[in-house]
């Protein structure tokens, strides 16, 4: 075996899960997988041997319910090459064991004993001299013990074997067994729990947790992970309380003199601002407003689309003389488009992080949180996601501008959820009847730093984007959406 009794711990190869497991699995342990067939557990075991074979360590898969050549083909499926320091041996049963009518399947509790399976286990550890070893599955042994004693039993003999071999040991378990049994919960170092959940539309959403690791600090609750060629990919829960740093808190302007007066001078610099209005009253393009204003002084902003298509957005603004792909092609400005369908909500938080760490970006827009509720289990999750992805980038100095589309058209609204609380600034819109026409209003309802307007003021959308008039001191009723003329002539509607 190699000298690797000098490190603590023993890297998985995947980057998210080292950084639930605060660095890794104790060396010298024995370690439970756990989940239901399909979960992962064979892919994170693969890793994590070839992560140890990249350290120059021997490692060995001893696998009692898949072929050598079907660990083969998942291997290949992933793009990955098997070096020769990880040898996969395949427990068979003895020759002869099996009729021809049986060999369907590879392993019988009833044509192969618990002590010789045992026996071969430790041969082939003699023989490989292994640092790291997988033990594929526990599901065959527990089936060949017949009874929780002899299982409990055999399962300690194993432990003490390998601990006196000193390797790092990783179980996989896929819970076919008895419900409830936790021998080897009880024996584990450490446990390592996938979990797949179904919804009702869209993928399948995968979260694993660490229900157990003894004497180690590790990140608690449930972790996002998917699988995808080349690995399972873990997305840690964000804690945005371990990151902060120091910046100005600065105001930031819209680039339009009659809203940055309605906004109190802007807006500030590490601040979320939360833009609510029913569809059509033009959310994004205020936030993009910003963006623009961002982008000319030099700064980089990230979009997260969820609801509008890139191609369709690109074409409306450039009707409105707004240039998105000049600002992208210059790198001021990066775009994703986000299939709620399809990510979960841990990892459209990494990919924000990473995009906002990795190229400096300095405002964010989220477009909108209809579509991001769309990838949340539950309301409540959504507001925990949600302040966690806010406080940490307020905390990185970035500024946070989101889009929400309330029901109805006029009257009285309702939004899909309150996150009112959790925005630094609220900016209201709203449709209102006049002259016969349907026109637009943007008022202020907070701002946590510092004064700011308390008037309605008419907006019009055209070239150039958006327009902020003056306020509507003639009018009454405007948020209600059928005003009340209360001046001595009523203004002319404004043409773009």
């Not at 001299?129 to 009874?147: F, G």
Request: proline share 3%.
């Amino acid at each position: 075996m190699s000298d690797t009794s000098a490190d603590v711990k023993a890297l998985t190869g995947i980057s998210g899960l080292d950084d639930v497991l605060q660095g890794g699995l104790s060396r010298g342990h024995m370690f439970l997988l756990e989940g239901e067939p399909g979960a992962g557990k064979t892919t994170i075991a693969i890793q994590f041997l070839l992560e140890g074979a990249r350290c120059g360590e021997r490692c060995l898969y001893i696998s009692l319910s898949e072929t050598e050549e079907e660990l083969r083909q998942t291997i290949a499926s992933h793009g990955w090459t098997l070096p020769d320091s990880v040898v996969i041996h395949e427990l068979a049963p003895p020759d002869g064991a099996l009729a021809d009518e049986k060999r369907q399947s590879l392993l019988h509790s009833a044509d192969l004993e618990l002590g010789e399976t045992t026996r071969q286990i430790f041969e082939a550890v003699d023989r490989v001299k292994p640092d790291r070893i997988v033990l594929d599955s526990l599901s065959e042994i527990r089936l060949l013990a017949q009874s929780s004693l002899r299982y409990r039993r055999q399962i300690l003999a194993i432990k003490h074997y390998f601990s006196r071999q000193h390797v790092t040991v990783l179980f996989l378990d896929d819970l076919t067994g008895e419900t409830g049994d936790k021998t080897v919960h009880s024996i584990a170092h450490g446990v390592i729990r996938l979990e797949e959940i179904a919804p009702d539309y869209g993928a399948g959403r995968r979260r694993l947790r660490i229900s157990k690791y003894r004497a180690q600090h590790y990140r608690g609750g449930y972790h996002d992970f998917v699988i995808k060629r080349g690995g399972v990919h873990v997305y840690p829960r964000l804690v945005a309380l371990e990151h902060h740093t120091r910046y100005e808190r600065t105001k930031l302007s819209t680039g339009n003199r009659a809203f940055d007066s309605l906004l109190g001078g802007g807006v500030e610099k590490g601040s979320s601002t939360l833009i609510l209005g029913p569809a059509g009253t033009g959310k994004s393009l205020i936030a993009l407003s910003f963006a623009i204003a961002a982008m000319k002084r030099g700064q980089r902003v990230a979009m997260f689309a969820f609801d509008e298509e890139i191609d369709l957005l690109f074409d409306r603004t450039h009707a409105l003389d707004m240039d998105l792909e000049k600002f992208i092609e210059d790198g001021f400005l990066f775009i994703e488009q986000v299939d709620a369908a399809q990510v979960t909500p841990g990892e459209f938080a990494y990919r924000a992080r990473e995009l906002v760490d990795s190229n400096g970006i300095t405002e964010v827009i989220i477009d909108s949180i209809n579509g991001y509720r769309a990838a949340m289990p539950e309301e409540n999750s959504l507001i925990l996601h949600m302040h966690e992805l806010l406080q940490y980038l307020n905390r990185r100095g970035a500024s946070t501008f989101m889009t929400v589309a309330q029901h109805g058209i006029v009257g009285t609204m309702d939004a899909p959820v309150d996150i009112t609380y959790l925005a630094d600034t609220v900016i209201l819109l709203r449709y209102f009847e006049a002259a016969g026409e349907v026109r637009r209003a943007v008022s202020v309802v907070k701002k946590r730093a510092g004064m700011h307007e308390t008037t309605i003021r008419e907006f019009t959308i055209g070239a150039g984007g958006i327009k902020v008039g003056e306020p509507l001191s003639a009018f009454t009723g405007v948020l209600a959406g059928v005003p009340t003329f209360t001046g001595d002539s009523l203004p002319p509607p404004k043409r773009t």
